[in-house]
DNA sequence: TCACTAACTTGACAATGTAAAGATACCTTC
DNA sequence: GAAGGTATCTTTACATTGTCAAGTTAGTGA
């Protein structure tokens, strides 16, 4: 199977390959016919399975996010209330982001987000992420024996993840030197 | 000058065509030979002026970041405390950001970002917004008779400062669909 | 008037995304 | 097991792009 004409996985061996160039020298320097290359296979080979360089980079996108999520859902499956679920995702949050800054920048950077924060009370569609943070807020709702209109519901969502989001972003600029314990945040997230 | 073999500023006129083609069809789009060809010069004039692409776009991000400046400075010459001046900075913020999105992903999407947000007594080298921010912080605390550390002035900065700017990315990325009103966020920013 | 230099043009080249046409191997169906 | 179909991969080709090198033009100062 090995030098054989038909590859076996180039799918998956494509993404593998488009996650270690980002990571060796950022997304810029991806190119299509470097991919290929790194996985043996001619320049054009990975048409059989993007139809698009975006598609490949939306298919690493999902594959980053897939990581980004078992994070989360650890971290949340570790602590018994939902209160202390929801600091701890922010707190995977910033790890996560500040430990390969670049997966933030790829991920959020360019328009093209797949990444829905959609407020709506249905999680279709949703993106992941989010949707673990709605849950665990509802959560916390019910534990606090809280009762919150959906406009409030959706303020507190949204200073949570505006909070939390804007902190990576603070955090994964360039050149940003802070006295700020980016892993340990102000744990009083919520108001 | 019109028909003459130089151009009179093209500098200038290279910077324009550049916000323009950003705006009609994103920064994926704009190409040194576009906007030579928008500017009716040939192809390597740029060169004269830009000793790269990348230099083009950040003269075009520092021309933008004056239009944001200029924005901000007036909403904060407009009211007489600094309270409120920062509570208008945030406002002036999402609205600029959310009048014209492509500039959000334009500024702080790419990792070559020149904006320092550094936490520094000093404001050497530093992303003007973000100076004025904590100018009007420091007036704050002045005008409410507050002492605090440094290390808790920077907390609140990095706390007001992620809000709104997380604030400003969620509004921005494509497909968020929030009752929210982005133009008037929750004024409780000042813990 | 005469260099000198900044601004611009022309021509070239390599890297890239992508399409079209062909080659190869696997899989199903008889 | 043969035949045909299809997914996978290669080869070739082309337009776009960033960038460089060499030449051209025009304004500037001595």
Redo the contacts with the bound molecule.
Sequence with gaps: ?AD????????QALIDAGIKIINESGED????????AEC??????????F????ELIDAIKSNVTDQFMEELEAAVSEVPTAEEAIIAMGRTYLTFFSRNPDYFVFLFGKQNITAHLQMNKDYKNDYPPFVLLKRMYKRYLEEMGLEKSFEEQEIDLIKIWAMVHGMASIACMKGVKTSFNWNDPDERLLV
């Design positions: 199977m054989s004409y038909h590859h076996g996985n180039l799918r320097s991806l190119s299509l016919r470097k991919v290929a043996n296979v001619s320049h054009a080979a990975p048409y059989a399975h139809n698009s360089k975006e």
